[in-house]
Antibody, heavy 123, light 112 residues
Framework: QVQLVESGGGVVQPGMSLRLSCAAS????????MHWVRQAPGKGLEWVAV????????YYADSVKGRFTISRDNSKNTLYLQMISLRAEDTAMYYC????????????????WGQGTLVTVSS | QSALTQPASVSGSPGQSITISCTGI?????????VSWYQHHPGKAPRLMIY???KRPSGVSNRFSGSQSGNTASLTISGLQAEDEAHYYC????????????FGGGTKLTVL
């Protein structure tokens, strides 16, 4: 069974940095695009970023562009989200999600999601 | 980045049918069937219910169906059950200075 397990969340002060990880198993990680999606408290889902199966293409939501960097290590079956200059409005549950189709980019079809890791930005 | 527009809430009684709309689908996304729907129960991971406008993943009940007309996609749930009570989100691609994915604002379904 496909598993996605996020980690790295926590409480940080505004302006600080944090790196999230998403460990993938039971599928050929290196063949699928991967996404980060977040949900702020009491709000809806917000797409954050995508990375292609081979890491060669990356796209970001305007709200995080220039502050967040998505990356992957296919040898470790792990997806990352490096977040710098964090703001209060970045407080959210962060989910990683797998593309439904192999070698797709920017498909809105996510067939597996992790349980999420909570990031709280507060002074 | 423009969001897709969904009603904030819908409700129905057990056994009834409801439809949730999602307005703002781009012409390209419509042409290439780049529309999906997710069910989200509090504290759980979102679940893919519909992809490519109207296809159901394995394991999703045939009570769930999707369609699209023009720039509006719709999710219909027939034979409402108590466990259908959740938030539902549409998702698609959107035109912008850079390619991206966008979610609708979400619809809270209440089963009365």
């Amino acid at each position: 069974q496909v598993q996605l397990v996020e980690s790295g969340g926590g409480v940080v002060q505004p302006g600080m940095s944090l790196r999230l990880s998403c460990a993938a198993s039971e599928f050929t990680f290196s063949s699928y695009g991967m996404h980060w999606v977040r949900q702020a408290p009491g709000k809806g889902l917000e797409w954050v970023a995508v990375i292609s199966y081979d890491g060669s293409n990356k796209y970001y939501a305007d709200s995080v562009k220039g502050r967040f960097t998505i990356s992957r290590d296919n040898s470790k079956n792990t997806l990352y989200l490096q977040m710098i200059s964090l703001r209060a409005e970045d407080t959210a549950m962060y989910y990683c999600a797998k593309d439904l189709w192999i070698q797709q980019l920017l498909s809105p079809h996510f067939d597996y999601w992790g349980q999420g890791t909570l990031v709280t930005v507060s002074s | 980045q423009s969001a897709l527009t969904q009603p904030a809430s819908v409700s129905g009684s057990p056994g009834q049918s409801i439809t949730i709309s999602c307005t703002g689908i781009s012409s390209d996304a419509g042409t290439y069937k780049l529309v999906s729907w997710y069910q989200h129960h509090p504290g759980k991971a979102p679940r893919l219910m519909i992809y490519e406008v109207s296809k159901r993943p394995s394991g999703v009940s045939n009570r769930f169906s999707g369609s699209q007309s023009g720039n509006t996609a719709s999710l219909t749930i027939s034979g409402l059950q108590a466990e259908d009570e959740a938030h539902y989100y549409c998702c698609s691609n959107a035109r912008s200075s850079t390619p991206h994915v966008v979610f609708g604002g979400g619809t809270k379904l209440t089963v009365l």
